[in-house]
């Protein structure tokens, strides 16, 4: 079967840094993206992986690795607006994307 | 209108009646999708559309169905609702041309509760 796995819930002190895990096990791989999700609100497109390596945006990178079914999302200087979920979705060799539950984080003052 | 839109924004709905949530996106997309959102779980593809004229099922179809008459429009109907499809659903864009990212673009959602 087909599965992302990503911590539930993750929280972080204003200003620091926080990585975000993902891993997968899917039929194919065509790419990985991150989206963004406010409470109560729609994903919003982060960032897009298909090749193995870091790929940086602004505060945010991404990171991914093929042969180990690994990505990254990293945040750095985290602003009170970060606070949200995070979701991991694979590509998969049907060319849909296969979700992550999201991992919600919580940044403290 | 910007991007995608959907209606209605929420509705509360009485078991066994029919239902069509609507979305529209201007951004010309050949592909569009409609998502289930439940508490614990990850989005999951209820129908998707390639193209105009062409739909296909997607991980949770059952109990839903899907037009795609034009680029623009891609309703859901749920024909006799029941109390499992209380949901958050979301209806995505993408310009699917096989280059690049592809990211789909969302709409802001239709919270469904059926009694």
């Known amino acids: 079967g087909q599965n992302i796995d990503q911590p539930t819930e993750m929280t972080a002190t204003e200003g620091a840094i926080v990585q975000i895990n993902c891993t997968y096990q899917?039929?194919?791989?065509?790419?990985l993206f991150w989206y963004q999700q406010h409470a109560g609100e729609a994903p919003t497109f982060l960032s897009y992986?298909?090749l193995d390596g870091l790929e940086e945006k602004g505060r945010f990178s991404s990171f991914l690795s093929r042969s180990k079914g690994y990505s990254y999302l990293l945040l750095k200087e985290l602003q009170m607006k970060d606070s949200a979920s995070y979701l991991c979705?694979?590509?998969?060799?049907?060319?849909?994307?296969?979700w992550g539950a999201g991992t919600k984080l919580i940044i403290k003052p | 209108i910007a991007g995608i839109t959907q209606a209605p924004t929420s509705q509360i709905l009485a078991a066994g009646r029919r239902m069509t949530l609507r979305c529209t996106q201007d951004m010309r997309h050949n592909a569009m999708y409609w998502y289930r959102q439940d508490l614990g779980l990850g989005l999951r593809l209820i129908h998707y559309s390639n193209t105009a004229g062409t739909t296909g099922k997607g991980e949770v179809p059952d109990g839903y169905s899907v037009s795609r008459a034009n680029t623009d429009d891609f309703p859901l109907t749920l024909a006799s609702a029941v109390p499992s499809q209380t949901s958050v659903y979301f209806c995505a864009s993408s310009d699917a041309s096989g280059q690049g990212a592809n990211e789909q673009f969302f709409g802001p959602g239709t919270r469904l509760t059926v009694l």
């Open positions: 992986n298909v």
């Open positions: 979705a694979v590509m998969d060799s049907n060319y849909q994307l296969i």
């Open positions: 899917t039929s194919g791989f065509n790419g």
